[in-house]
């Protein structure tokens, strides 16, 4: 079965510091992978997917992931921390089903951004 | 112009009860979902509607009921509710094109509180 782990429920950074959020997937086949990042009270947005048409994959807000299948990784990385920034990111594979993509979410990263 | 809406925003209520939220979307979308997001942030799918029909029903109980009367809605309907119910649903919807990639577009979440 298809799933993704993230490492570290909660991330605290200093704002203009990297941001580093892991994301490790386990999948018998090339897996459609993607983040998505939720503010407070708010649904979830599309940050970027890995299409498998480039490994480094850029998103939105200055945000980047790259593909390791060495490593079964995605993880998702921003230069600069804004304070912005702060808010829930998930980690998410897709599965494809005979109408529409199943994706099973990993449970989140909670990012602090502080002055 | 909100792409996908869901109705109500927050929902309290008393065990025992049935309720309903909607979600319509404005998008065009051929499949629409149901996530439920428990009170740990963790989003796990419950139902899927490809072109009005279900696709995906993930061991949801059967006082959940999802109806879609045409592909720009799907609602859902719950009976007898318990408190374990209380969480945030999520509508969300994509446009299948059989690739896997095809992203999901989320609506702002219900919050449903059981008492």
């Known amino acids: 079965a298809q799933s993704v782990t993230q490492l570290g429920s909660h991330v605290s950074v200093s704002e203009g510091a990297l941001v580093l959020l892991r994301c490790n997937y386990s999948?018998?086949?090339?897996?459609?992978l993607f983040w998505y990042v939720q503010y407070p009270n708010q649904g979830l947005q599309l940050l970027l997917k890995?299409?498998?048409?480039?490994?480094l994959v850029k998103g939105i807000n200055g945000f980047e992931a790259e593909f390791k299948k060495s490593e079964t990784s995605f993880h998702l990385t921003k230069p600069s921390a804004h304070m912005s920034d702060a808010a829930e990111y998930f980690c998410a594979v897709s599965i494809l089903t005979g109408g529409g993509n199943k994706l099973t979410f990993g449970t989140g990263t909670q990012l602090k951004v502080e002055l | 112009d909100t792409a996908v809406s869901q109705t109500p925003k927050y929902l309290v209520t008393q065990m025992g009860n049935d309720k309903s939220i909607k979600c319509e979307q404005n998008?065009?979308?051929?499949?629409m979902y149901w996530y439920k997001q428990d009170s740990k942030k963790f989003l796990k799918i419950m139902f899927s509607?490809?072109?009005?029909?279900?696709?995906i029903n993930e061991t949801v109980p059967n006082r959940f009921s999802p109806k879609s009367p045409d592909k720009a809605h799907l609602n859902l309907h719950i009976n007898s509710l318990e408190l374990g119910d209380s969480a945030v649903y999520f509508c969300?919807?994509?446009?299948?094109?059989?690739?896997?990639?095809?992203?999901?577009?989320f609506g702002n979440g219900t919050r449903l509180t059981v008492t």
């Open positions: 509607y490809n072109n009005k029909e279900l696709i």
């Open positions: 998008l065009g979308h051929d499949t």
């Open positions: 890995y299409t498998s048409a480039a490994t």
């Open positions: 969300a919807s994509s446009q299948d094109v059989g690739d896997g990639y095809s992203p999901l577009h």
């Open positions: 999948s018998s086949v090339p897996p459609y």
